[in-house]
């Protein structure tokens, strides 16, 4: 596992059920996390305006 386990943990859960790929997403000054969800193989899809003026990065990540 990365170090983002929980990350790990949740594609785990998706495996599991069946769900070939997942939103996985984070704020766009978090890079840490955008690191750890593209370490995990996650692929930008977009940025959207999310709440307080945040940006959020959207990222698919294939779980098969």
């Given at each position: 596992?990365l170090n983002?386990a929980?990350?790990?943990?949740a594609?785990e859960?998706?495996?599991a059920l069946?769900?070939?790929?997942?939103l996985?997403?984070?704020?766009?000054?978090?890079i840490?996390?955008?690191?750890?969800?593209?370490a995990c193989?996650?692929?930008l899809?977009?940025?959207?305006?999310?709440?307080d003026?945040?940006?959020?990065?959207?990222?698919?990540?294939?779980?098969?």
């Amino acid at each position: 596992p990365l170090n983002g386990a929980p990350v790990d943990q949740a594609l785990e859960v998706c495996r599991a059920l069946g769900i070939p790929r997942a939103l996985v997403t984070c704020a766009k000054d978090n890079i840490a996390s955008a690191h750890t969800i593209l370490a995990c193989g996650g692929v930008l899809e977009d940025e959207r305006p999310g709440a307080d003026g945040f940006v959020i990065q959207r990222y698919w990540v294939q779980t098969e």
